[in-house]
C-alpha cells in the first residue's frame, strides 16, 4: 500500500528552523514528482516546493525563495523541507504528496497520493 507520512513539525518563533520529513512506503520515491504544499486556515492549499523525478530539478515558489530547501535521501525513501528564517505568514498545516506523471508542475491538481499533513506554527 502506498502512504506517505510527514513529521518534523511544530512551534516554531520568527526566525527559527524546521525540517520537515516525507517518509514514503510502498513505493520508490524517486521515481516520482514530490512535492511540498501547504495549507493555511481558511486559503487554498498552495505549492511551497517540488522536486522531480528524472534530473532532481527543484522549483520554490516565491514567497520561500532563499529561506526553504527541498532534498532528497533515495537511501532513506525520504524528502525532506528545510525550512529556515520562518515567518508568522508560513503557519500552515504542511503536505507531502506524489504525483504519478512523469513531469508534473508543483499544484495541488497534478498530485494523486497525499500525506496526512503536519502542522507548523510560527509565532512568538
Known amino acids: 500500500q502506498l502512504q506517505l507520512v510527514e513529521s518534523g513539525g511544530g512551534l516554531v518563533q520568527p526566525g527559527g528552523s524546521l525540517r520537515l520529513s516525507c517518509a514514503a512506503s510502498?513505493?520508490?520515491?524517486?521515481?516520482?514528482?514530490i512535492g511540498w504544499f501547504r495549507q493555511a486556515p481558511g486559503k487554498e492549499r498552495e505549492g511551497v516546493s517540488c522536486?522531480?523525478?528524472?534530473?532532481?530539478?527543484?522549483y520554490y515558489a516565491d514567497s520561500v525563495k532563499g529561506r526553504f530547501t527541498i532534498s532528497r535521501d533515495n537511501a532513506r525513501n525520504t524528502v525532506y523541507l528545510q525550512m529556515k528564517s520562518l515567518k508568522p505568514e508560513d503557519t500552515a498545516v504542511y503536505y507531502c504528496?506524489?504525483?504519478?506523471?512523469?513531469?508534473?508542475?508543483?499544484?495541488?491538481?497534478?498530485?494523486?497520493?497525499w500525506g496526512q499533513g503536519t502542522q507548523v506554527t510560527v509565532s512568538s
Open positions: 510502498g513505493f520508490t520515491l524517486d521515481l516520482y514528482p
Open positions: 522536486i522531480s523525478s528524472n534530473d532532481g530539478s527543484t
Open positions: 504528496a506524489a504525483s504519478r506523471a512523469v513531469q508534473a508542475l508543483c499544484a495541488p491538481l497534478e498530485y494523486d497520493y
